[in-house]
T-cell receptor
Framework: NAGVMQNPRHLVRRRGQEARLRCSPM?????VYWYRQLPEEGLKFMVY????????ESGMPKERFSAEFPKEGPSILRIQQVVRGDSAAYFC???????????????FGPGTRLTVT | AQTVTQSQPEMSVQEAETVTLSCTYD???????LFWYKQPPSRQMILVIR??????QNATENRFSVNFQKAAKSFSLKISDSQLGDTAMYFC???????????????FGTGTLLAVQP
C-alpha cells in the first residue's frame, strides 16, 4: 500500500519561473493538505482540498499561489513567478474521513524542496 | 487563534537514557487533539504519538509517552531508552476536531532538535 507520493523531490527554479508541485494521496484518501516549511521553522498550513473543491485556503499567500485537486490525477500546488522567499520544503498530507470520528489522521509525503535561484 | 510553543530549540541525550521534550499550547477549545511528529534528516514527517484532550489517560507508544496537563495546557513527550535512530527534529502539533467548519489543519510548534549521543 503506497504512501503519499510527492514529486519532484527537489526542484530548482530561477526567479520569475513557475513551480508545479505534485501530490498523489494514499489510495482511497480524498482529502489533501499542503504545508510549507521555511528554513529553521515548523510546518505552516497552506490549503485544504477535497476532490474538485478547495475547502480552506486561509494559509495561502493571496498572490501567485494556487492549488487544485482534480477528479482524476494528483493534487497540484502551483507557484507563479517564484521569488527567493518561496524557497522552502512543501509537504502534502492526505487523510481518509471515517464516520463517527471528529478528526482525520494525516499521512505525510516526503516533501518537495524548492530552491529559487 | 491557537498557538503551539516549543521552548527548547535543541536538546541532547545519551544513548539508553530518558529525555523529555516540552510543548505548551494556547486554545479556548475544550476538545482537541495533540500530536508529536518526528522529522529525521530524511525530512519525512512521522507521527510518533497522539492524544485526545477528552481522555485523561496519557498516551503511550512503546518507548514514547506523553504527560498531558490540560489545565496547564502542557503536552510533553518522554522518550525512554533513547536510541541513535531517535535523532531528529520533533514537532508538537494541535488540531481542532472537525465540527463547526473546522478543517482539521495541524498547527505546529517550531520544533526541538534532539541529538542522541553514543
Amino acid at each position: 500500500n503506497a504512501g503519499v507520493m510527492q514529486n519532484p523531490r527537489h526542484l530548482v527554479r530561477r526567479r520569475g519561473q513557475e513551480a508545479r508541485l505534485r501530490c498523489s494521496p494514499m489510495k482511497g484518501h480524498s482529502h489533501v493538505y499542503w504545508y510549507r516549511q521555511l528554513p529553521e521553522e515548523g510546518l505552516k498550513f497552506m490549503v485544504y482540498l477535497q476532490k474538485e473543491n478547495i475547502i480552506d485556503e486561509s494559509g495561502m499567500p493571496k498572490e501567485r499561489f494556487s492549488a487544485e485537486f482534480p477528479k482524476e490525477g494528483p493534487s497540484i500546488l502551483r507557484i507563479q513567478q517564484v521569488v527567493r522567499g518561496d524557497s522552502a520544503a512543501y509537504f502534502c498530507a492526505s487523510s481518509l474521513p471515517r464516520s463517527g470520528t471528529l478528526t482525520y489522521e494525516q499521512y505525510f509525503g516526503p516533501g518537495t524542496r524548492l530552491t529559487v535561484t | 487563534a491557537q498557538t503551539v510553543t516549543q521552548s527548547q530549540p535543541e536538546m541532547s541525550v545519551q544513548e539508553a537514557e530518558t529525555v523529555t521534550l516540552s510543548c505548551t499550547y494556547d486554545t479556548s477549545e475544550s476538545n482537541y487533539y495533540l500530536f508529536w511528529y518526528k522529522q529525521p534528516p530524511s525530512r519525512q514527517m512521522i507521527l510518533v504519538i497522539r492524544q485526545e484532550a477528552y481522555k485523561q489517560q496519557n498516551a503511550t507508544e512503546n518507548r514514547f509517552s506523553v504527560n498531558f496537563q490540560k489545565a496547564a495546557k502542557s503536552f510533553s513527550l518522554k522518550i525512554s531508552d533513547s536510541q541513535l535512530g531517535d535523532t531528529a527534529m520533533y514537532f508538537c502539533a494541535f488540531m481542532k476536531p472537525n465540527y463547526g467548519g473546522a478543517t482539521n489543519k495541524l498547527i505546529f510548534g517550531t520544533g526541538t532538535l534532539l541529538a542522541v549521543q553514543p
